[in-house]
T-cell receptor, first 114, second 114 residues
Framework: AQSVTQLDSHVSVSEGTPVLLRCNYS??????LFWYVQHPNKGLQLLLK??????LVKGINGFEAEFKKSETSFHLTKPSAHMSDAAEYFC????????????FGTGTRLQVTL | ETGVTQTPRHLVMGMTNKKSLKCEQH?????MYWYKQSAKKPLELMFV???????ENNSVPSRFSPECPNSSHLFLHLHTLQPEDSALYLC?????????????FGPGTRLTVL
């Protein structure tokens, strides 16, 4: 079955330190991969997407993610966390042949402390 | 503002009530989606509409009835719901139903069924 796994349900970092949110997907030919962020009482906002171009993808707000086919991973990183980064982050996969169907991870809640 | 609006933002209803959720997108998109977001579970795709035609129904119970009168508006009619239907209902839209176009999400309607 097609699936995406976010390894941590909750991550806490101090402001100014690096952020790492992990995501693994079940192997498939040419998946499209996305990271979305959801702030409280807001809809999901696209941070970045990978669609078989460069394996290192840069997104908004200083976030980036690297597609590693050998590890079936698409981890989200940011060099320095800001208080405004506190939110829920979703790793999302769209598999070939399922144009409309996004498969969502269960989410990782990022907490940023002073 | 994401360009996708949803009303109401919060709704409390009894199991015998009939209510409707409304979604409107101001982005000129042709595809619209309903998702259900329950606590501790991944987002679940419910329905997909492409150029006003329903193209996907992911085994959603008939107590949820979608309607798409035009490409800019999407409704979800609710009747005889169950407490387990309490969730955040998210609407999304995209230019097309394919892997190249990102989905833009609304802020959601928080539904509580008593």
């Amino acid at each position: 079955a097609q699936s995406v796994t976010q390894l941590d349900s909750h991550v806490s970092v101090s402001e100014g330190t690096p952020v790492l949110l992990r995501c693994n997907y079940s192997s498939s030919y040419s998946p499209s991969l996305f990271w979305y962020v959801q702030h409280p009482n807001k809809g999901l906002q696209l941070l970045l997407k990978y669609t078989s171009a460069a394996t290192l993808v840069k997104g908004i707000n200083g976030f980036e993610a690297e597609f590693k086919k050998s590890e079936t991973s698409f981890h989200l990183t940011k060099p320095s966390a800001h208080m405004s980064d506190a939110a829920e982050y979703f790793c999302v996969v769209r598999y070939t042949g399922t144009a409309s169907k996004l498969t969502f991870g269960t989410g990782t809640r990022l907490q940023v402390t002073l | 503002e994401t360009g996708v609006t949803q009303t109401p933002r919060h709704l409390v209803m009894g199991m015998t009530n009939k209510k409707s959720l409304k979604c409107e997108q101001h982005l000129g998109h042709n595809a619209m989606y309903w998702y259900k977001q329950s606590a501790k579970k991944p987002l679940e795709l419910m329905f997909v509409y492409n150029f006003k035609e329903q193209t996907e129904n992911n085994s959603v119970p008939s107590r949820f009835s979608p309607e798409c009168p035009n490409s800019s508006h999407l409704f979800l009619h609710l009747h005889t719901l169950q407490p387990e239907d309490s969730a955040l209902y998210l609407c999304a839209s995209s230019q097309k139903v394919d892997s190249q176009h990102e989905q833009f999400f609304g802020p959601g309607t928080r539904l509580t069924v008593l």
